[in-house]
């Protein structure tokens, strides 16, 4: 037990579990972002060939999955447990997806941060030696998420400048218990975030709402590991837009840990040119920090391109009722320590 | 445990947050709503004229039939995906008009039609435009009642 | 049909236009909110006598934006009072923007009927 616990909010994983499958799917948007040609698959319509935009994202959810079994060489009877969420109401997404797979589902509900937190608790999993196999996804959608949270996608409303724009994608992450063909990363330490909110109660301007969750988990990982930003070559949290990546700079230099400019982005920030294709504060949603994390930064952790990475998704618990009722917008933040398979590198 | 020791002033947050957050660009937004908005009205001025010297319809009723082709239009763009665009350019240059309480009922509808056609279109038909309905009936039955109370 | 008519039109209509748009901006207030605010002011400006005037001054510039709806709403039942006494209250305003609800309620049956939604992009 010892060896498992660092300080208050961290958790060790001795085995350093290997994370041996990767997929990003994304929408066309995506597509024609600066990280596109490194998804393993840009849909074309928004429909991806189904009948409501709930089905297309559960088609994305489920070809993200089969993606990554594929090219980890696994087999889907060999996955010994799914974990993922998604935006919608129950999340339906993941547990219509989970229908078809058949293997046993662990449901998670962690608004845009459950890539983290699945990647999290799998890797507990496989670190217990619980399983040695486990899936993690998660997945969003601009259209179901729109519908869902905001106005009609025909209502002509307009975008304010700190909004941001949902990603239409799905991202899947393999972990298991052996390195594999092609290892690509190893899940080293995790830090759980807690509640934090500050107030903001503006629903388009979410980074602003996330942003103090993220310095707070990150604040915990450093005086629970002592480390600095330095010991890390990138933090890269999830979908806190221009505004959010600003105020996280903000709030750690305030914190006294502060965060340097080379070495942090946001992947809202990486996955559109937010000038050329007008997204204003960038993109957000589960799919986020799922696809960028997979398509792109995966690969080069496989290649050793970056030695030691904290994923760190950022999410905002509300829902559309919370916020008719007047309440202030909570958020949560898990950030995942992953180390690059390469000796020496 | 202090609860709140996780958190700092939301107030000083918030003044923070508000320095980050770039502001809208108000002059422009204000410029577009100005233009749009009045190339509508002026279309209507336009329908009305139409309605009341070509159609010989009275006042009122030209007004109506105004009112009636405006309404078709904005359900017509919303349906082949433009309204939205024009809506995101002239903000309340086109939902302060006529036109944004058709676009209020017809986007809805449209969007929720996959959820069936009593509880989805029919009934989403109202999300936006039933509470503009309620109110504005809802008052115009006070000013009534009022009126009659003072000519009683 | 005259010009000045028009030009009044363009720049009453723009100036309502541009109100909302001071709210949202300045308010942060929906859409959905603003559209309720202003047949409320449309109702209470003409029952006090105040929009009838604009209307005929602007023409379609106060009559089309939503205030123009609250006007419709409020003339029509004053209407109906003096005719039909206490029960005009029930009737006027309704009947008198019949044209424009029914309008919205069967073109957007219709569209919705023959359409689907659109991702933006």
């Not at chain 2, 006042?59 to 082709?69: L, W």
């Not at chain 3, 409320?40 to 009559?63: I, K, N, R």
Request: with cysteine.
């Amino acid at each position: 037990m010892s060896n498992k616990r660092i300080g208050m909010q961290t958790i060790n994983l001795p085995s350093k579990p290997y994370i041996i499958g990767n997929a990003a799917i994304v929408g066309k948007k995506e597509g024609e972002g600066p990280l596109g040609e490194h998804f393993d698959k840009v849909i074309e319509d928004e429909m991806n060939g189904q009948e409501s935009f709930e089905l297309a994202e559960k088609s994305l959810y489920l070809e993200a999955i089969d993606t990554c079994l594929q090219k980890a060489g696994i087999q889907a009877d060999s996955i010994q447990f799914l974990l993922g969420g998604d935006l919608l109401n129950q999340i339906i997404t993941a547990s219509y997806a989970a229908r078809d797979l058949a293997v046993p589902f662990i449901g998670l509900y962690g608004a845009c941060s459950t890539m983290s937190e699945s990647l999290g608790l799998g890797s507990m999993l496989v670190d217990g030696g619980h399983a040695s196999h486990v899936l993690c996804a998660a997945s969003s959608h601009f259209c179901t998420a729109e519908r869902q949270y905001r106005f009609p996608l025909e209502f002509g409303s307009q975008r304010t400048p700190t909004a941001q724009w949902t990603v239409t994608g799905a991202g899947a992450t393999l972990i298991s218990s052996a390195p594999g063909r092609h290892p690509l990363a190893r899940v080293v330490q995790i830090s759980f975030g807690r509640v934090v909110d500050l107030g903001i109660k503006d629903a388009n301007n979410m980074g602003a709402a996330m942003a103090p969750a993220a310095a707070d988990t990150l604040c915990a990982l450093f005086r629970d590991t002592k480390t600095t930003a330095k010991d890390y070559d990138l933090i890269l949290t999830g979908d806190l837009g221009k505004v959010g990546h600003d105020l996280l700079l903000k709030l750690m230099q305030e914190h006294g840990m502060p965060l340097d400019d080379q070495h942090y982005t946001d992947c809202g920030l990486e996955i559109f040119d937010r000038e050329s294709q007008d997204m204003h504060a960038g993109g957000s949603g589960c799919g986020c920090s799922a696809a960028v994390f997979n398509g792109f930064y995966l690969p080069l952790m496989a290649q050793g391109k970056y030695r030691r990475l904290v994923l760190m998704a950022t999410g905002a618990l509300m829902s559309p009722t919370s916020s008719q009722q007047g309440e202030s917008i909570p958020s949560i933040a898990h950030a995942i320590v992953l180390e690059t398979p390469k000796e020496g590198a | 445990m202090n609860r709140k020791n996780i958190h700092s002033d939301p107030k000083a947050y918030q003044t923070l947050a508000d320095q980050v957050s770039p502001n809208s660009k108000m002059a422009q937004m204000l410029l577009r709503s100005f233009w749009v908005g009045g190339v509508i009205c002026v279309l209507g001025q336009g329908l009305t004229d139409i309605g009341r010297l070509v159609l010989k319809l009275p006042s009122s009723a030209a007004s109506t039939f105004a009112s009636i082709v405006l309404v078709f239009l904005t359900a017509l763009l919303t349906g082949i995906g433009i309204f939205d665009k024009i809506g995101q350019y002239a903000g309340a240059g086109s939902f302060v008009p006529i036109s944004g309480f058709a676009n209020a009922m017809v986007s809805p509808a449209l969007e929720f039609r996959r959820e069936g056609l009593v509880l989805g279109l029919a009934a989403k038909l109202f999300t936006i435009a039933g509470p503009v309905l309620v109110y504005g009936i809802g008052a115009s039955v006070i000013v009534g009642l009022l009126y009659a109370i003072i000519r009683w | 049909m005259d010009i000045l008519m028009y030009l009044k039109a363009f720049v009453v209509g723009g100036l309502l236009c541009v109100i909302g748009e001071v709210l949202v901006v300045k308010t942060k207030l929906t859409p959905a909110r603003i559209l309720v605010i202003y047949i409320l002011t449309g109702v209470v400006l003409s029952a006090a006598g105040l929009y009838g005037p604009l209307a005929d001054f602007a023409g379609a510039g106060a009559t089309v934006p939503l205030t123009g709806f609250g006007h419709a709403l409020s003339k029509g039942v004053i209407m109906a009072v003096q005719e039909l006494g206490f029960l005009g209250a029930f009737t006027g305003g309704l009947t008198a923007t019949a044209g424009g609800i029914s309008a919205a309620v069967f073109f957007g049956t219709l569209v919705a009927l023959c359409f689907k939604p659109k991702a933006k992009g």
